[in-house]
């Protein structure tokens, strides 16, 4: 009885201990090889590019890594752990050309998930402009006009129609001898995304007798019904046309269905650079991925395929870490 009270108490305080450490484990991305000092205390007795750090029961540390290869800058970074969770942190340059650390994945210490290696990423062709839909409506004016010349002579009407995007005066005319008919027109300057250009040009010939009161008829543009892509957004934008819900939500179960980091995330983006992204969408699929790192590299990759880029504060939110933030606002201010 004893002994199994005493076996209890042991396994009680392994879970307490358990509990209150945590696990990290530093790697670098290019298999620089290094020593790691956590508040000037020394953890690996020969240079590694890969070291696991155990049992650590401090929130924070002080951590210090210093380069084998003497043409390697040293740095130090403040450390955090989270107790029963074991973090990989990746030690990569940053793009200030100094080193940084950064979190790569977490699992619960124990389980048998290892840290993947960053994924590659590719530069991908700039996305294809695409042209909203617009809707065209004409109505006709009827202006009775009165011939009086010699029997037999030819009456030309011709009428032309120009649409444009910008603010134009456009003339109609229609020239019977004898008469000067102009009418100018203002066409508005709409201020949207849609471009649209078309001439068209219409000539008829008539023959009538001297008194005869014909009734020529004319084409009046009206005002165009134009499809905003985002009512109320005036920001900047990166693509043309934001896809519809419909579509992301049939990309975000092709991404649910694979296994694997890696297969996640080059479906995003090749499906990505085929469309034209909200700045909610972008979040929405960053929330498929597990690892920091992945989401970091998805955000940077999604900024040209974003509509709306002057909303894409609100991909913050996938974040786990206030430095992801901070690398992602500066690869932006990069640019």
Request: aromatic content about 10%.
């Amino acid at each position: 009885m004893k002994k199994a009270l005493l076996s209890l108490s042991f396994a009680i305080a392994g879970l307490i201990a358990f509990a209150q450490s945590g696990n990290v484990v530093l790697f670098t991305e290019m298999g620089e090889n290094f020593t790691a000092y956590l508040n000037s205390v020394k953890q690996n007795d020969s240079p590694t590019n890969n070291l696991k750090i155990e049992n650590l029961n401090q929130e924070f540390y002080q951590l210090r890594i210093d380069f084998e290869d003497p043409s390697y800058q040293d740095f130090s970074s403040n450390l955090g752990v989270e107790f029963g969770m074991e973090w990989s942190m990746v030690i990569r340059v940053g793009r200030k050309g100094s080193y940084v650390l950064r979190p790569f994945s977490s699992a619960a210490v124990g389980s048998t998930s290892a840290p993947a290696q960053p994924a590659v990423q590719v530069q991908q062709p700039a996305p294809v402009q695409q042209t909203a839909p617009v809707q065209q409506q004409t109505r006709t004016i009827e202006e009775e006009v009165f011939i009086t010349e010699t029997p037999g002579v030819a009456v030309q009407t011709t009428t032309t129609t120009v649409k444009t995007n910008q603010t134009d005066n456009v003339d109609v005319k229609i020239n019977v001898p004898g008469f000067d008919m102009k009418v100018e027109m203002t066409v508005p300057n709409m201020d949207t995304e849609v471009e649209y250009r078309e001439t068209t040009t219409t000539t008829t010939t008539k023959v009538v007798n001297p008194g005869q009161s014909e009734r020529l008829s004319r084409p009046v543009p009206v005002e165009e019904e134009v499809v905003v892509a985002m009512p109320g957004y005036n920001g900047p934008t990166g693509c043309s046309w934001p896809a519809a819900d419909s579509d992301i939500s049939q990309l975000k179960s092709s991404v649910e269905s694979k296994s694997f980091e890696d297969s996640k995330l080059s479906t995003m983006k090749s499906a990505t650079k085929n469309k034209c992204l909200k700045a909610t969408q972008v979040k929405d699929l960053m929330m498929l991925l597990t690892f920091e790192e992945s989401r970091l590299d998805f955000a940077k990759f999604a900024y040209d395929y974003t509509y709306d880029q002057g909303n894409y504060y609100v991909v913050n939110d996938a974040f786990t870490f206030e430095f992801s933030i901070d690398e992602l606002n500066e690869y932006l201010e990069g640019r």
